[in-house]
């Protein structure tokens, strides 16, 4: 059997509704329902590897390709149903398909078939809220990086400082003022900062850089490997796994600096824009150590963040 | 009413479309097993201890499930990094998963550590909870030594290990795989025993009809 995702207007009994004796209104409601699921598939995938087909004499049409076609299919119905598809040619036309289904007056089944199993989406789709477009990425994006420079300005009544990097070229950093009190015996020095960068999309907008802190001499090629590696991977899973290994790496290489580097990540991720399992991942590493001196207040204020993102998720 | 509790066959209700981790049952009579099930995108996966090693795979076995709303979807990313961490890892490396306490093939609650390495598989779930969530997630304090019905078990059970009874019975206590399935109805913790008692009865006579 071949896999494929089916719509079919059945009546009470599940059986399909004939196409014999349908009213000019069911028809209608079956037609628009058969278009659409067919402009969503050639949306996704090529028009050759498709085929669609009536079951004889009744209201039940299927798109049928080889598995991992429908699959695609399916996964960007998923997508839509949870609103994270940036695809308009599925979310116009299952938003058509919805709309149909949610009426009282006629019955849908609409799954998807394989061999083995048959997955409801009428349910999903039902139960989903009206089907629109995912909302537009976000114009920036958060990272940690370690920066290094020549400091030759600090302070202000709202504190930062500048790295100098000569021919006009330079950065701002904001900080507290407890920072900024801390960073000032590096005044006229090269130093290292763990930054928050927020960088826009818009190429002729500036990065903004806030203040974590400043790294020691030991572990900056360690902070700097992880980060590059961190802000190269986009898959959620793994970079979360390169968090484990860096601690893990810590751990067995530098075995007296291990607080002073969870108290570097516990700060660094403190911040809502980080994903919530970003936040709770440095938890869930950090726990045993809660009540340590060097973790404790940081870990609190994580943890904070944390649970006011977790409320609002 | 029963269906109220969202109790599912795993290879059934995968339809879902939003990560979640669950409580998964796997039914027998003799030996009831557990492990967590969990829907990543579109990913359906059981993670558990067969008593024999760790074991992180695509869904197998025909489990009852039941989502724990003690874990967000978002969250679902974390604890599935966290998982493999612990596959990983048989032994510990920074304290995590063993967090201090530990179950014996029995179910015994264990404090102490040369022992503490083999527990049951409603141990470990447990454990790895214990790990991830910020709160504990049962009151083990409420299930006492009569919770295990095997007769001299703890005095066989430390002459064997060459244990000081003293040291170890006030651990001594025994919580099942329906104990665990049902604890995934509630939210608040620490979850009592009493809150599971006067569901799992309802939960057992529900999983017989479906079987």
Partial sequence: MITQLEIALKEANEQSVSLASMSPDALESFMIVMSSLKSIAISIVKESELTFSITEGSAACAVEAPTHSIQSIHKEIDLAITGESDNEDVTINLRKIQKQIKRKDVDYRFVYKNEKNTIDIHTPLSNAKKISLRR???????????????????????????????????????????????????????????????????????????????????????????????????????????????????????????????????IAFNNKNFHLSELKTLLVISKPFKEHETIKEVRAALLETYQKKKINA | MLDLLHIVKSHEDSGSTADFVALGYLHDEQDPHTA????????????????????????????????????????????????????????????????????????????????????????????????????????????????????????????????????????????????????????????????????????????????
């Avoid at chain 1, 930062?160 to 950065?171: P, S």
């Avoid at chain 1, 900080?175 to 005044?187: D, G, H, M, V, Y």
């Avoid at chain 1, 190429?203 to 700097?224: C, G, M, P, Q, W």
């Fill in chain 1, 136 to 266: 537009n990425r976000l114009p920036y994006v958060y990272k940690l990086k370690v920066v290094g420079g020549f400091l030759n300005e600090i302070g202000g009544k709202n504190p930062n400082y500048h790295f100098d990097y000569g021919g006009g070229e330079k950065i701002t950093i904001e900080c507290t003022k407890e920072n900024a009190q801390s960073i000032n015996r590096f005044l006229y020095k090269k130093m290292e900062s763990l930054l928050l960068c927020k960088e826009w999309e818009e190429s002729n907008k500036k990065n903004e850089y806030t203040h974590v802190a400043v790294i020691e001499d030991d572990l900056i090629i360690h902070f700097r490997a992880y980060l590059d590696d961190y802000n190269k991977e986009n898959e959620l899973v793994k970079k979360l796994t390169l968090t484990y290994n860096f601690v893990d790496k810590i751990f067995e290489e530098q075995s007296n600096k291990e607080n002073k580097v969870l108290n570097f990540l516990l």
């Fill in chain 2, 36 to 211: 967590f099930i969990i829907q990543h995108k579109e990913y359906l996966t059981e993670f558990h201890y067969d008593g024999g090693s760790v074991v992180y795979t695509t869904l197998f076995d025909s489990y009852f499930h039941k989502n724990t709303l003690t874990i967000h979807p978002d969250e679902v990313p974390a604890f599935i990094v966290y998982c493999k961490q612990i596959k990983q890892k048989a032994k510990p490396i920074y304290g995590f998963f063993y967090s201090g306490e530990f179950y014996d093939e029995e179910g015994n609650y264990l404090m102490n550590k040369d022992l503490g390495e083999r527990m049951t598989c409603v141990g470990f779930c447990l454990n790895v909870l214990k790990g991830f969530l910020e709160e504990d997630y049962i009151d083990y304090t409420d299930w006492g030594s009569e919770t295990h019905t095997k007769p001299d078990y703890l005095k066989s059970y430390c002459k064997r290990y060459n244990l000081d009874i003293e040291k170890v019975k006030a651990s001594h206590r025994r919580i099942t795989p329906l104990e665990y399935l049902t604890s995934g109805l509630f939210s608040n913790l620490p979850i009592r025993k009493s809150q599971i008692d006067s569901w799992k009865d309802d939960v057992r006579e529900y999983l017989v009809k479906r079987l």
